[in-house]
């Protein structure tokens, strides 16, 4: 069965450091998502990405976010100079059309800044 | 305003016991998708049901069951004869019809935890 996969399952980095996460979406997925979760909170919404754009975006993601779908298989979330408070699980999420909207999720990324 | 309520924070049942996990939502849309995904121990979001806005019809699926009630803004689950294998924090989420981009509003979660 088709699934999101994430790389790497878990960074840690200082903050001020760049990092980039990474997924591979389901492969004939087309609208692609980040959201994140703070240990113990509930998951929140980053940014959704479709035709090689960004459709929307959060709050939360601002200028240190960025996204990118550098070839046809991987999408990126890159945070510039990561913050304390950048620390989270970052999960990918993909589905094939959004009016069908079963958003299937990748396995997370916990990031943790020290 | 956009919001899912799952009031319950955690609920403890032991084995067998039947337990219904309340949601609640807030939408101004007449059209809107809701969902319930389970995260287990181990982390990952697993998709457990969508449901549109003009079908209530209830559904089951084995010993999972979800009442859809559009008077009281209400996706409530309802798991029979639990298993330690259900203990998972489970989350209510909301999508907008007129959302052009698919976002998922969260609710907080309820952590279940099935007792031997």
């Known amino acids: 069965e088709p699934e999101v996969t994430q790389t790497p399952s878990h960074q840690v980095t200082q903050m001020g450091q760049e990092v980039i996460l990474r997924c591979v979406p389901i492969?004939?997925?087309?609208?692609f998502y980040w959201y994140r979760q703070i240990l113990g909170q509930k998951v929140e919404f980053l940014v959704s990405?479709?035709?090689?754009?960004?459709?929307?975006k959060s709050e939360i993601f601002d200028d240190q976010f960025s996204v990118e779908r550098p070839d046809g298989s991987n999408f990126t979330l890159k945070i510039r100079s990561t913050k304390l408070e950048d620390s989270a699980m970052y999960f990918c999420?993909?589905?094939?059309?959004?009016?069908?909207?079963?958003?299937?999720f990748g396995p997370g990324t916990r990031l943790t800044v020290l | 305003a956009q919001k899912v309520t799952q009031a319950q924070t955690e609920i403890s049942v032991v084995e067998k016991e039947d337990v219904t996990l309340d949601c609640v939502y807030e939408?101004?849309?007449?059209?809107?998708?809701l969902f319930w995904y389970k995260q287990p121990p181990s982390g990952e979001l697993v998709f457990l049901i969508r449901?549109?806005?003009?079908?209530?019809q209830n559904e089951i699926s084995g010993r999972y069951s979800w009442n859809f009630q559009k008077s009281t803004s209400s996706f409530n689950f309802t798991i029979t004869a639990s298993q330690v294998v259900d203990s998972a924090v489970y989350f209510c989420?909301?999508?907008?019809?007129?959302?052009?981009?698919?976002?998922?509003?969260f609710g907080q979660g309820t952590t279940l935890q099935v007792k031997p």
């Open positions: 999420a993909s589905s094939a059309r959004r009016e069908l909207n079963e958003q299937f």
């Open positions: 492969s004939n997925h087309l609208y």
């Open positions: 939408t101004r849309d007449t059209t809107y998708y």
């Open positions: 989420a909301l999508r907008h019809g007129s959302s052009n981009t698919g976002k998922l509003i």
């Open positions: 990405f479709y035709n090689n754009e960004i459709s929307e």
């Open positions: 449901r549109n806005s003009f079908d209530e």
